[in-house]
């Protein structure tokens, strides 16, 4: 617990993927919300600029490059006023480039987790170590932990991520959207079944959208394929148009990746496909979020009558509307 209202709060999460950010981001809001009248600073990964752009959680954001240490030095020099209190959040690994930035921040307090957890020396020079919660929490939940030391105790409602104005407005409404891509290809589930999937769901008179990322390799055209027509492609946004999107969509169905966390994240009626992952840990947070799991953990194993199970109340209105990854306070 922080005894005195800190005034500067400076908050690192300098970790590049888009979904373990958007994990966090309960974290980073609780902490918002506890000390109002702060100026915080959220720092995080170049790749994650676009996507904290516009949001309300930090009065500003700091993008540092800790892929190159030159950058990590820069970032430090720049570093302005010295903050009362730095959060180093980590979870499953420990960058030793964001401990460096979260010490050389000269702050008062410095709050994470015990570095010893990973093995590694205290880079960040805490002056208070968090014991790494027990077990296998939610992934949202593990950031609340560091949140609740610093006096943060309530976990905010969803939705965890706001589409712009000009997003929405540009958004088709009630569209279907399918993501048979991801970055790891141990992650993506087979896209004949994808097409089995829409083939479903436009027999149902849903409009139905494939996504495609820069590193999902022509799943789409596979998709296609076997679907044995045209389906419209969603190839080349931004982040908040993505947000909009998935904001004014009737359903998300993907596999295990950025995307996927996005579309929970905005409160759309989301399903992700689960492998190897279990979604006990890592499913988005949001209150219409659904995973779909085989008994025995193997992506293949998963049928389209599997998602569609999932997927069909949340269409319908009859799916319930608990948050994921833990409960919260109820004087939020």
């Known amino acids: 617990m922080v005894d005195d209202a800190p005034r500067r709060i400076h908050l690192y999460r300098p970790h590049n993927q888009l979904g373990d950010l958007l994990l966090n981001v309960p974290a980073i809001r609780a902490v918002r919300e506890r000390y109002p009248l702060a100026r915080i600073t959220l720092v995080v990964g170049a790749q994650n600029a676009a996507a904290v752009a516009g949001q309300a959680w930090a009065d500003e954001t700091r993008v540092v490059d800790t892929q190159n240490f030159l950058g990590t030095l820069l970032a430090a020099a720049r570093r302005g006023p010295r903050p009362d209190l730095s959060i180093y959040f980590s979870t499953v690994s420990y960058s030793r480039s964001g401990a460096l930035l979260a010490a050389w921040s000269g702050a008062s307090a410095r709050v994470g987790f015990d570095p010893s957890r990973w093995g ?129 969509a009737a359903l998300y169905v993907g596999n295990d990746t950025g995307p996927l966390h996005l579309a929970g994240a905005v409160g759309a009626p989301t399903v992700g496909i689960y492998g190897w992952t279990d979604p006990r840990e890592w499913a988005p947070v949001g209150r219409l979020v659904r995973a779909v799991r085989a008994a025995d953990a193997r992506l293949e194993s998963v049928t389209p009558n599997d998602v569609l199970e999932a997927a069909l109340p949340l269409l319908e209105g009859a799916a319930g509307n608990e948050p994921r990854g833990g409960e919260r306070c109820a004087s939020t």
């Not at 999937?197 to 027999?203: D, F, G, K, W, Y």
């Not at 390799?217 to 148009?241: K, N, S, Y």
């Open 120 to 248: 590694e020396r205290d880079g960040a020079r805490l002056t208070r170590a968090i014991p790494f919660p027990e077990g296998a929490p939610h992934q949202s939940e593990i950031s609340m932990a560091l949140a609740r030391a610093v006096g943060a105790e309530c976990r905010p409602p969803p939705p965890y991520y706001v589409a712009e104005r000009s997003a929405l407005e540009r958004a088709p409404e009630g569209a279907v959207y399918l993501h048979p891509g991801a970055g790891k290809r141990k992650n993506r589930w087979p896209a004949e079944r994808f097409a089995v999937l829409a083939r479903e769901l436009r027999s149902r008179g849903r409009e139905v959208w494939l996504l495609e990322g820069p590193q999902d390799d022509g799943t789409a055209d596979a998709v296609r394929a076997a679907f044995g027509g045209p389906l419209p492609g969603v190839r080349g946004e931004t982040i908040q148009q993505l947000a909009g999107r998935f904001a004014r």
